[in-house]
Each structure stands twice: as structure tokens, then as C-alpha cells.
């Protein structure tokens, strides 16, 4: 029996094969997409048009936002989209990509991104909060936006222009609205920006530039409210 994926919403339900999933669910706040072979559907307030659909106007089911996707990053402002022809896209609030604008359909930034050496084939992750934050496979870490927290790592302020960190060997980065985690190679946590919960794993209220938390660390899960779900029965 070939294992299924289920996805509730307000009592709609899809059922698809969980072998039809890329990146089988992300969500962001109110905000949720999946993507099935090629085709991007999302549902939610869309209300820095997020969903790439030419509006803000929410969903409350899934809807079709792109044909031609190849992997996607979906974010509380925005959303990076590699499309199958290697290009890269942005759809959101100018506010976490400054150089990219305000935009409700997919803009395409290959080249701004390529300026910073990063391209379709070397994003190894990507995270959206009120700045856009990007690593790339050979370690490296690229923001801009507006940085309230100073989640970038650096004094809190916008980042108007796509910016390469001085933090270098990042094996993995878990980002929040307020603060970034960075997972070096070696086991080494550092963490950048606003820790006023705690979320830092310090007392202090804002920690910049990143600062050493703790080491020996494999991975680390951010754990947000609310949640969506992908269940598999």
C-alpha cells in the first residue's frame, strides 16, 4: 500500500502519494504551500503577497502560485522560488528584499543574487522574517532587509543591499522573525539577535554580533505558534 500524505485545512482535505512531494509541506506563520511535482499551491492571508499570485488576497484552500517550481522557501514577508528554468523569483514585502521591491508575482532576482556569487545550484537554505537571510553551500551567509532585531548578525538597522556576513564555515542556519541560529561544521551554535524570551539561549536582550551559545550541537528545530500540519496515514 503506497503510504498517503494528508493535509487538512478548515475541513478541506487533499490526499496525495507522499512520493508526489519535493519539500512535502512548509508553512509560515498564516501562510502554508506544498509542492506537488512541479506545481506550487499555497493557501493563507497571502498579505505581503507571498503566494506569488498578482494579489493579496487570501485563500482558504489551496491554490495554484506557480507551474514551474523547483524548490521554494517560504517565509513570514515573502517567498525565493528556483523555477525549472534555473532562474531564481521573489514574491513579498520590499521590506525583507529592498533591492527586489514590493512584489505580488514572481520577480526574478538571478541577477541581483548572482552579484553575491549565489545561484540556483548553491542555495542550500533560505529564511524570510522581516529580512531575507540565505546560506549558501560552501558556508557562506547573505542578507539584506530591514533587520529590526538584528536577526542579520549585525547592528539592527536595514539592510538595503544584499550583504555577505563575515561568519564563515555555517553548516546549517534556523531563522525567526527576531534572531538567526548558525550551526557551524565544527559542532559550534552561534546565535544573532533579539533573545528577550530567551530564544537565544541567553538572557540578554539583543545578541549581536553572533555570538557563541554552545557547542557540540548535531541540529536544532524552531519551533513556532501556529503550526501547520502534514500527517501521514
Not at 26 to 42: F, H, R, W
Not at 185 to 191: F, H, K, L, W
Request: hydrophobic share 35%; with cysteine.
Amino acid at each position: 500500500m503506497i503510504p498517503f500524505a494528508r493535509i487538512s485545512k478548515y475541513g478541506n482535505e487533499v490526499v496525495i502519494p507522499v512520493n508526489n512531494f519535493d519539500r512535502p509541506m512548509q508553512s509560515s506563520y498564516t501562510n502554508a504551500m506544498v509542492l506537488i511535482g512541479n506545481k506550487l499551491y499555497g493557501y493563507g492571508t497571502n498579505t505581503y503577497g507571498q503566494l506569488g499570485i498578482g494579489t493579496r488576497e487570501a485563500h482558504t484552500t489551496y491554490t495554484l502560485c506557480h507551474s514551474n517550481t523547483s524548490k521554494y522557501y517560504l517565509g513570514t514577508s515573502g517567498t525565493i522560488l528556483i523555477g525549472t528554468d534555473n532562474h531564481i523569483y521573489w514574491a513579498g514585502r520590499t521590506g525583507a528584499f529592498p533591492q527586489a521591491g514590493d512584489q505580488l508575482g514572481w520577480y526574478d532576482v538571478t541577477s541581483l543574487l548572482s552579484a553575491v556569487n549565489v545561484t540556483y545550484d548553491n542555495i542550500k537554505d533560505v529564511q524570510i522574517g522581516e529580512s531575507l537571510r540565505i546560506l549558501t553551500t560552501d558556508g557562506r551567509f547573505i542578507y539584506t532587509g530591514r533587520n529590526s532585531y538584528a536577526e542579520c548578525g549585525v547592528p539592527a538597522g536595514i539592510i538595503s543591499t544584499l550583504t555577505v556576513s563575515t561568519l564563515s564555515g555555517i553548516d546549517s542556519i534556523v531563522g525567526m522573525i527576531n534572531g538567526t541560529h548558525f550551526i557551524l561544521s565544527n559542532g559550534s551554535a552561534y546565535y544573532g539577535g533579539a533573545s528577550s524570551n530567551g530564544e537565544g539561549g541567553s538572557n540578554n536582550s539583543t545578541v549581536q554580533p553572533p555570538a557563541l551559545v554552545t557547542t557540540g550541537v548535531l541540529s536544532l528545530i524552531h519551533i513556532s505558534e501556529p503550526t501547520r500540519h502534514a500527517q501521514i496515514s
